[in-house]
């Protein structure tokens, strides 16, 4: 009579390995080799071993300058990796009670979780080759670096930092535009950093714009093309709207590499592609020649 299939014997859990060595299976536990150990390159597909990526400031050998977040930023930028955290107000979470499917409150405290960000900016106050200076990045992981009403009062805050210790304000930019969520609260941001640039403007401070991948959308229409001086990272994608939707719109192809940083840099968009381990070096020296003549740097 055959056998039912719970009545039949099932060979010993772990295999023979666990069997002739048991002390085998935890030496060889998927655990001891991270799942995020190799990381692939988005242009070749080449494999690439983690710690020489980072080594490399997350440039991979074909030169694609990855998308990093604020703290690494911070680090690659400021001598030493030494600043100090420039704390950011909190703004209403939900102003308009917006839901298109899903909660824009959940959208948020997912955004929050997986970032440990309370929105898309992050600003600090250090030094860059010795130039005192106040850095703002905007995190593209969190909702795309979308541009609300918190990154909106996060970039006047870091601006009026700025101002209060007569220092360079140097912002690296990545979104995709203006916060939906939000809607015309989000546009207003656009006025309103502009405005926070004249301050800077009147009190005869810097203002420098990195440009990273992707700087798109109402983030390209204000503050990120009102530099001073305006770089990039190489390859970066900088534009308003995208290149399918122009195509539809004008009825024609766009060039090759059209919206990318070299693109942009031999039509006057842009002043100089800079690759990530030279910027601290070019922003310093740009950050020092722009403040010749002021009688203090910075208050303490």
């Not at 870091?158 to 220092?167: C, Q, W």
């Not at 503050?223 to 004008?250: C, H, K, N």
Request: some cysteine; proline content about 7%.
């Amino acid at each position: 009579m055959p056998m039912a299939e719970d009545e039949k014997p099932r060979p010993a859990r772990g295999g023979w390995l666990a069997k002739i060595a048991p002390g085998v299976r935890r030496l060889v536990t998927r655990r001891e080799t991270p799942d995020n150990l190799w990381v692939k390159c988005p242009d070749t597909g080449e494999m690439i071993y983690r710690p020489d990526l980072e080594a490399a400031q997350w440039v991979t050998p074909a030169g694609r300058h990855m998308r990093i977040r604020p703290d690494l930023r911070f680090a690659y930028t400021f001598d030493g990796g030494r600043f100090r955290a420039i704390t950011l107000p909190r703004t209403p979470d939900d102003p308009l009670a917006f839901d298109y499917g899903k909660p824009y409150r959940g959208s948020l405290a997912t955004a929050r979780k997986t970032t440990g960000q309370t929105d898309a900016m992050a600003a600090g106050f250090g030094e860059i080759g010795g130039v005192p200076a106040v850095v703002l990045v905007q995190d593209f992981a969190f909702m795309g670096g979308s541009l609300g009403s918190a990154a909106g009062e996060a970039f006047i805050t870091a601006a009026e930092e700025a101002v209060k210790r007569e220092v360079p304000f140097v912002v690296f930019t990545a979104s995709g535009g203006a916060r939906m969520q939000e809607g015309a609260l989000s546009l207003m941001q656009m006025a309103r950093t502009t405005v926070a640039i004249q301050r800077l403007r009147r009190a005869h401070l810097p203002y420098v714009v990195v440009l990273t991948d992707p700087t798109t959308g109402g983030v390209t229409a204000s503050y990120a093309m009102l530099g001073d001086v305006q770089l990039s990272e190489p390859g970066a994608t900088i534009g308003f709207a995208g290149r399918r939707v122009i195509e539809d719109t004008i009825r024609e192809t766009l060039p090759p590499g059209f919206q990318t940083a070299e693109f942009l840099v031999d039509r006057g968009m842009v002043d100089r592609v800079v690759s990530r381990k030279d910027l601290p070096v070019i922003l310093a020296s740009i950050l020092r020649t722009l403040m010749l003549g002021r009688s203090r740097l910075a208050r303490a």
